[in-house]
């Protein structure tokens, strides 16, 4: 069974930074695509991030130049830095791994906050 572990979140002050890490485990394969959506209070979820197999990205246009997406393949672990932090950045992030189907983390609550 699929199973995803996120790390990292937390209360973090406007401008500073966190690293959210996800490690996947359960699967033979390593996964096509891993990424991270989130979830604000009230709002629908959204993609943050993406990185392919290869190592391609794919970011929100609202985010690029601040949060940097990138994965281990030998040990199916995603990272996503994100840099001078705003408390509209505050959610719930949920890290995902594409395999035959989508499969989710428990999610890792981000608070930007003074």
């Known amino acids: 069974q699929v199973r995803l572990v996120e790390s990292g979140g937390g209360l973090v002050q406007p401008g500073g930074s966190l690293r959210l890490s996800c490690a996947a485990s359960?699967?033979?394969?390593?996964?096509?695509?891993m990424g991270w959506y989130r979830q604000a209070p009230g709002a629908q979820r959204e993609l943050v991030a993406s990185v392919s197999t290869g190592g391609s990205t794919n970011y929100a246009d609202s985010l690029k130049g601040r949060f940097t997406i990138s994965r281990d393949n030998a040990t199916n672990t995603v990272y996503l830095q994100m840099n001078s932090l705003k408390p509209k950045n505050t959610a719930v992030y949920y890290c995902?791994?594409?395999?035959?189907?989508?499969?989710w983390g428990q999610g890792t609550q981000v608070t930007v906050s003074s």
């Open positions: 995902y791994t594409l395999l035959s189907k989508i499969y």
């Open positions: 359960g699967s033979r394969f390593s996964a096509n695509v």
